[in-house]
């Protein structure tokens, strides 16, 4: 596609419910990201996926949240057990290359996740 | 560790003042200094960046200089318009890590 795709837009989930996110990169890049944007807070990293490497989870706040990325290509973040404090807006990014190459990052419009 | 912290809005302007963001670092290697930008209803773009000390970005008539002495990076624009309203994020990368560092995003609305 022409961007980066993410969906759905918009989830409104029970508390105690799983939820998958999806991000679909611009083909051809290698990096993804997955950041979580707060109200009031700035980007926060979740997890980075560079080529074949396995990928740096360090930002992944509790083992209710995973992600993996099929083919090099579509990445799907799952939350599971979802509670109140998992609402955010979660933004899936890819570039050409990864970090230290000075690329620019492309965003997807995220995905505003509201647990009920 | 390597953060950002960027100055806090909302900012409100009239149209032809000027911006100034204020955006410094902490950086444990030798960053790369950007500012993204959301306008309304759009995901993050780059509006600029700078990859060394000195180095300054410039795009849209918005400029920054990557000050190494200050560990700053503040955004500057000589003259607003409406058309600016948006979010304004400053980040860091340093290329021994995995993550793009932002700041919590400035919020600008111009007014005619």
């Known amino acids: 596609g022409a961007g980066v795709s993410q969906s759905p837009s918009n989830k409104v989930t029970e508390k105690g419910k799983d939820v998958e996110l999806r991000c679909d990169p611009i083909s051809g890049h290698t990096a993804l990201y997955w950041y979580r944007q707060s109200l009031g807070q700035g980007l926060e990293f979740l997890i980075y996926f560079q080529g074949n490497s396995a990928p740096d989870k360090s930002g992944l706040p509790s083992d209710r949240f995973s992600a993996e990325r099929t083919g090099g290509s579509v990445s799907t973040l799952t939350i599971q057990r979802t509670q109140q404090e998992d609402s955010a807006v979660y933004l899936c990014a890819s570039s050409l290359r990864g970090v230290g190459t000075n690329e620019k990052l492309f965003f997807g419009s995220g995905t505003q996740l509201s647990v009920l | 560790g390597d953060s950002v912290t960027q100055m806090e809005g909302p900012v409100t302007l009239s149209e032809e003042a000027f911006l100034t963001i204020n955006c410094t670092y902490t950086a444990t290697g030798y960053p790369s200094l950007f500012w993204y930008v959301q306008y309304p209803g759009e995901g993050l773009q780059l509006l600029l960046k700078?990859?060394?000390?000195?180095d300054k970005g410039s795009n849209k008539g918005f400029e920054a200089t990557y000050r190494k002495e200050t560990t700053s990076f503040h955004l500057e624009k000589g003259s607003v318009q409406v058309s600016d309203s948006a979010v304004y994020f400053c980040?860091?990368?340093?290329?021994?890590?995995?993550?793009?560092?932002f700041g919590t995003g400035t919020s600008l609305t111009v007014i005619p």
């Open positions: 980040a860091l990368s340093v290329n021994t890590g995995n993550q793009f560092y």
């Open positions: 700078a990859t060394k000390a000195d």
